[in-house]
């Protein structure tokens, strides 16, 4: 098929895909895989995820999840099984721009940053009180 629907089970995405989204997912264009765009994959175990494109080098595609801090996933061009292109929410669709697929990038990098620093700080305390 050209086009199918996914239903998201997680929120590595958050907060422009949430758990519970029905995503529109297109046949893969290698030319429009590029550093930005939210593609779907499936994992070594064969999950499905759904991540953004943070890096493309030689053949290998460079992922992360906008929500929290998920570690860097590397897999190769061929394994995106397609590009996300629209979200179904509360009886409403919406479609996935370029621009909207930056807007969320550039917001997640300093989320992100400051999670991490919550993480440390926490972790600091348990270590230094032995919680």
Request: a positive charge; one cysteine or more; charged letters at 35%.
């Amino acid at each position: 098929p050209l086009m199918q629907w996914c239903i998201v089970q997680c929120d590595s995405m958050y907060p422009m895909i949430k758990d519970k989204d029905l995503i529109l997912i297109e046949n893969k264009d290698k030319r429009r895989l590029r550093k930005g765009r939210v593609v779907i994959f499936k994992d070594e175990k064969g999950k499905l995820i759904v991540h953004r494109i943070i890096k493309k080098k030689d053949g290998t595609i460079y992922l992360r999840g906008d929500g929290f801090d998920y570690p860097v996933d590397m897999i190769k061009e061929e394994d995106v099984l397609g590009l996300a292109v629209g979200i179904f929410r509360n009886g409403r669709y919406f479609p996935i721009k370029r621009s909207k697929e930056l807007f969320f990038w550039f917001f997640s990098y300093p989320r992100r940053f400051f999670v991490n620093i919550r993480r440390r700080f926490l972790n600091g305390i348990k270590t230094r009180y032995h919680l």
